[in-house]
């Protein structure tokens, strides 16, 4: 299968071929046509010459997505987009791991500089950078601080927005006692969860916040919601979490103490994984869009390869509503 078999069932010449493929269309190929060529190449399963291609170019057509860990469903997600991006745009994508949240860690090549063209990095992983930021690649760093020097641009997720929806939703059904589940990372992205929680809460009258900080697990969950269930004082009526793993081990540890949820607490998560609607009741979260995260990152940094301004970007998130959160007890 070659570029010419794709031209002749788009109906273009090869240079416009070429010149989809290779993402320098715009301005110089429409954009009916530019569908049609990549509308045939998927048909044809069509893939560049990519090593003959690096040798015109001077690069590598490889992109670093470092994130810090594999087993969550959130990263999978992230990977999946900007992969399926990077691939429109004739890349391949090295996925790096950063395990345990710790770095700095080794440099994956005996020189980044050399075998990477790019690297797409979510701020959880940020330790593991500090060689990659030395090689002076350019860098897209995903929910990471917009204020960052070092990266060509950030795309966020309004992650403060939708905490704020979480926890306003929660006051208005009356619980004035909550407590955050924080998750216990150093990395921007839970600095500002754990910002956004205690100003809505302050904002309303009469209600206290507790918070219980906890690495990210299942039984983690579950233990730091059972002491702040069974602390001194008051229980609480609500528990926000920062994540829906967090809030999983949380519902473990309220039917392990015999309280119904959400009769009696109520229990919120972020992310909207699938663990959302296999626990019961099904969780009320946070619904982030990971594989358009992924796929935005891919964008901005294919931008500013190709010598174009990378916008740095906030995508939207919603809250989803679902059983595990109702009306405080009286």
């Given at each position: ?49 990519l ?153 309303a009258?009469?209600?206290e916040?507790a ?16 002491a ?36 009696d ?46 916008t ?19």
């Amino acid at each position: 299968m070659t570029s010419r078999d794709v031209a002749r069932a788009a109906g273009v010449s090869q240079a416009a071929v070429s010149l989809v493929l290779s993402d320098k269309w715009r301005g110089r190929v429409s954009e009916a046509k530019a569908a049609a060529v990549r509308g045939a190449a998927r048909e044809l399963g069509y893939r560049p010459n990519l090593a003959a291609r690096s040798l015109r170019l001077g690069r590598t057509r490889t992109a670093l997505l470092v994130v810090p860990v594999l087993t969550t469903e959130f990263f999978a997600r992230v990977h999946t987009g900007a992969a399926r991006v990077a691939a429109e745009h004739g890349f391949g994508v090295v996925l790096y791991p950063s395990p345990e949240l710790v770095g700095p860690a080794p440099d994956p090549f005996a020189s980044a500089s050399t075998a990477l063209d790019g690297v797409i990095a979510s701020s959880m992983a940020a330790g593991a950078l500090s060689t990659l930021r030395d090689g002076g690649l350019p860098l897209v760093m995903l929910d990471s601080d917009p204020a960052d020097p070092q990266a060509a641009a950030t795309v966020n997720l309004d992650i403060p927005a939708g905490i704020r929806d979480v926890t306003r939703h929660l006051l208005e059904l009356g619980h004035r006692r909550l407590v955050h589940l924080a998750a216990d990372v150093d990395s921007w992205t839970f600095t500002v969860r754990a910002r956004a929680v205690a100003e809505t809460v302050r904002a309303a009258p009469e209600a206290e916040l507790a918070t219980v900080r906890t690495r990210i697990g299942v039984p983690d969950g579950e233990a730091a919601a059972r002491a702040a269930l069974t602390g001194p004082g008051p229980r609480p009526t609500a528990l926000v979490c920062d994540d829906d793993i967090l809030a999983a081990g949380a519902l473990k540890a309220a039917r392990r103490l015999g309280l119904r949820v959400p009769q009696d607490l109520s229990v919120t998560g972020c992310d909207d994984l699938p663990l959302a609607t296999a626990v019961e009741p099904e969780l009320t979260t946070v619904h982030l869009p990971a594989e358009e995260f992924g796929a935005t990152g891919m964008r901005a940094l294919i931008a500013a390869l190709d010598g174009r301004a990378p916008t740095s970007v906030t995508l939207p998130v919603r809250l989803v509503v679902r059983g595990s959160s109702g009306s405080a007890p009286e």
